[in-house]
């Protein structure tokens, strides 16, 4: 049984939904603090909506393509959040970009999963562009949501190396694991209450620093 005092979030989603799945794989713990209460996803027949079905969380749709226009879409989103109850909204490979009227009435409760070490490759094909430019270090990020594009404060980040011969897919596949590890590690700092944004920047309360450097390639000997 899910704490009865964790916290109500909500996932919005466009597809597939492997990092909604860690969401939720996670929440089926009993000490974790957070609980999926809706999962909303602007297509319809995604594979996330199944994941939500299976764990038993009411998914909804709400179809952009059915508005007018954006700001009619965002209405539609926000009554559906609210009447969720959720208090956090993860973007979780959610497909559309949302103004700043609606980011705007999420401030600092609206966080979003980018597959980079941000403010490296904001938008698509991050894994092909990493590879292009050499980088041997690439990763995630997890960040309050902001009016522009994959900007806003960084809460958290996880570095992969970059191999010699690594295809974009290899990277994504090994990126794709750090997300699933670091979102719900966000979210239950969240629900912790131990997020707080100041100037812009995050502090995680009681987060430690560490001196370890991660060397992409290894450093020998
Ligand atoms: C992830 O790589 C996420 O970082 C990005 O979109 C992808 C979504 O994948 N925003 P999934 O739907 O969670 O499997």
Redesign the pocket.
């Known amino acids: 049984m899910p704490l009865v005092f964790a916290r109500p979030v909500a996932v919005l989603?466009?597809?597939?939904?492997?990092?909604?799945?860690?969401l939720l794989d996670a929440a089926a713990a009993p000490d974790y603090p957070a609980r999926v209460v809706r999962v909303i996803s602007n297509r319809p027949g995604v594979?996330?909506l199944e994941r939500a079905a299976a764990a038993g969380v009411v998914g909804a749709v709400v179809d952009h393509r059915r508005f007018a226009d954006r700001p009619a879409f965002e209405d539609a989103l926000h009554a559906a959040l609210v009447d969720a109850g959720a208090e956090l909204v993860v973007?979780?490979?959610?497909?559309r970009l949302l103004t700043d009227g609606f980011v705007e009435r999420w401030r600092d409760r609206l966080i979003?999963?980018?597959?980079s070490l941000l403010p490296a490759f904001k938008g698509l094909d991050?894994h092909a562009r990493a590879l292009a430019a050499g980088v041997r270090l690439h990763g995630?990020t997890v960040h309050f949501v902001r009016p522009a594009m994959d900007a806003g404060p960084i809460i958290a980040q996880a570095a992969v190396r970059v191999g010699p011969d690594d295809t974009a897919d290899d990277l994504?596949a090994r990126?794709?694991r750090a997300?699933?590890r670091l979102l719900p590690a966000v979210v239950r700092w969240w629900a912790e209450g131990r997020l707080g944004v100041h100037d812009e920047r995050v502090r995680v309360a009681g987060a430690a620093a560490t001196d370890g450097a991660l060397y992409g390639p290894e450093l020998e000997g």
Not at 91 to 95: D, H, P, T, V
Not at 112 to 115: L, R, S
């Open positions: 989603v466009s597809g597939r939904g492997t990092n909604l799945q860690a594979a996330a973007l979780a490979g959610f497909m979003n999963i980018h597959p991050t995630c994504a990126v794709l997300e699933h």
